[in-house]
């Protein structure tokens, strides 16, 4: 049986070796779909706004430097008052920001405004600086309202004195330094593993049955199950292979931050893993690692699963082309692709309990960014099901599959 696992293992393996075009069209559309992710999380609430700081005094000059820092809310560009102007003429900002030339004086008499010009033609994009500026204003007199008090604090427990009658007290849940754009690279990791793993296999199961290679298969000693398990393989090795490059890039360059304390670790840990960390572990160090290889490896397995299902199900090259980009993109979506699922509507929460993805990017953004493996087991057990169950449906499916064909 080990025999027969192998062999048709290692038979997939060269099909992918000798199918770059397969290996592009598998990588490619994810691949897209991660830098959209990119994009717009770096576009996304960031409007070009112009900054005339008019006041040559130390508090005007300290009002444009929170404006300026805000740079989750503004792309902001330090202009003068008529290339602001030339510039919103333009359309090329969306506001300007000006601290007057007589800000310090009029702070010392509780007077002091800053201006803001706004085209608020859209709605959502001019309440977006409305918010960001006032918050960033508010940071004047209360820098734990923002990010830059959070980062640069203390702010937790602290009541920092304020002009306003209700000062916020501000306790963090946990300590993190992981930015939204790394917070997302989970989904796409993810996504570039179905895209591999389901597309791929269900690609090569049904070209055995356009091509007929299906029935020797079937008819040959081995049996069913050596046949699907020795795919699913195959199909394993290929994605892992491909993934790993693209993971290990990711730690190198920090995309991927493992936020860990790597004290113990050999040296080679400590320098693939030197993103900062705000915390100790819970748990020792790895655990994490094995929990993140471990949850690697079962949606590696599930998605292989579901391909081999898939090309059993539909058998034509096409037709699986373009359900696989549909199932990947709807298991991205609901998986939380583009925002944590508690944040979504209720039905869609429920919805996603019965997708493998989200299992696999909760678990994977545990491992890696909270210093415990709170929910691990259940994730790790849940994908496992999914890929026990999807090989065992596959090899119940493919005896009768042929026989209708």
């Not at 859209?122 to 940071?139: K, N, T």
């Not at 909760?362 to 849940?382: I, K």
């Amino acid at each position: 049986m080990i025999a027969s696992v192998w062999g048709m293992a290692r038979n997939d393996l060269a099909v992918w070796l000798r199918s770059p075009a397969a290996i592009a069209a598998a990588l490619l559309p994810a691949l897209g779909m991660g830098i959209l992710v990119a994009v717009l999380t770096n576009s996304v609430g960031q409007q070009p706004v112009a900054l005339v700081t008019q006041s040559k005094g130390r508090l005007g000059a300290r009002m444009g430097k929170i404006l300026e820092a805000d740079a989750e809310a503004y792309l902001i560009e330090e202009m003068t008052a008529s290339e602001a102007e030339r510039a919103i003429g333009d359309q090329r900002v969306a506001a300007i920001i000006v601290v007057p030339e007589n800000f310090d004086e009029a702070v010392a008499g509780r007077k002091a405004v800053v201006d803001l010009y706004l085209n608020n033609v859209d709605i959502d994009l001019a309440d977006d600086i409305r918010r960001s500026v006032a918050r960033s204003i508010a940071e004047f007199d209360a820098p734990q309202l923002g990010l830059l008090g959070e980062l640069h604090g203390p702010s937790e427990g602290i009541l920092l004195p304020n002009p306003y009658r209700v000062a916020v007290a501000e306790h963090n849940m946990r300590a993190t330094n992981v930015s939204f754009l790394q917070y997302q690279v989970i989904p796409i990791v993810v996504l570039v593993i179905v895209s591999i793993g389901l597309l791929g296999t269900a690609l090569l199961t049904a070209r055995d049955f356009e091509r007929g290679t299906a029935k020797l298969m079937i008819l040959s000693p081995a049996g069913r199950l050596p046949l699907v398990v020795g795919r699913s393989l195959g199909g394993s090795l290929i994605t892992i292979a491909l993934v790993a490059p693209l993971v290990g890039l990711g730690f190198v360059t920090h995309y991927i931050p493992y936020c860990a304390d790597t004290s113990g670790a050999p040296r080679w840990v400590t320098i693939l893993f030197s993103a900062p960390c705000a915390w100790t572990l819970s748990v020792p160090f790895w655990s994490h690692a094995v929990a993140l290889i471990a949850l690697l490896a079962a949606v590696t397995l599930t998605t292989v699963g579901m391909g081999i299902l898939l090309g059993i199900a539909v058998r034509d090259e096409k037709l699986v082309t373009m359900i696989g980009l549909n199932a990947a993109v709807y298991l991205f979506f609901l998986g939380g692709g583009f925002t944590t699922v508690a944040f979504l509507p209720e039905w869609i929460q429920t919805a996603s309990r019965f997708v493998p993805t989200s299992y696999a990017i909760e678990g994977l953004r545990q491992a890696l960014f909270y210093p415990d493996l709170v929910g691990f087991g259940t994730d790790l057990a849940v994908l496992s099901a999914c890929a026990v169950l999807s090989l065992a449906l596959a090899s119940g499916m493919l005896a009768r599959a042929w026989r209708k064909g």
